[in-house]
């Protein structure tokens, strides 16, 4: 199998009728993937014979989508639904997972911090202290990055400190700004690079982009 290929136990997001559901995968052979039935909101996709969907699944470098046809259902330990095994060619790989991008306008908070050092204590009392904080507005978000409308001009390697809101996770970021463009508004769209993030605090951003990546599509 090629580096793309999906994998037993991968997790995916199986997309039929708009609707984006989360399985696994329990087996696979020449004839077929075996996968959990598909779920959301405590809801299964009514699934039959000849059913066109979409898979997506990520490895630790990449997000994978491909087309698959529903050929059947298996019971093994638990209810699995049957769908055809694409060819190499017909894999394609959407992103790199830490680049992964999605659109959201969404209010954020942030402070400059300058060129000054990014220290614990710094953060600790940025957290506690949040009303020291600016407003803007993110437009795009990544596990590498983000793009916010800010009121106010930065310099080239800038660092500020954002305030992210991931449903039940609050976390603060430090960024480094790469780029400062003017609005005809006279606000300034500025392109940031997460600077010194955790693994964790990453994931959880990835993970957070998947959500609003799965809402896109709900709307397509």
Known sequence: MSNSSININDKCEIIWEKDVYKSNVQDITDKYIAISLPVASGSYASLITGDNVEVIYSD???IYSFYSVVIGRKKDKIPLIL???PTEDKIRKIQ????FRVEIVKEVKYKVIGKEKITKALLNHSL???EEFSEGTMLD????GARITINEKLDKNDIIIIYLQLH???ILVPCTCVRCIKNQSGTYVCGFKFHEIDGSQRENV?????DIMREHMKKR
Not at 96 to 99: L, V
Not at 141 to 144: E, K, V
Not at 206 to 210: A, E
């Open 141 to 144: 978000l990544s596990g590498g």
């Open 168 to 170: 039940d996770k609050n």
């Open 60 to 62: 630790d470098k990449n």
């Open 83 to 85: 769908i055809s095994v």
């Open 128 to 130: 506690k202290h949040l």
């Open 96 to 99: 790199r997972r830490k680049n």
């Open 206 to 210: 990835i993970l957070y982009t998947f």
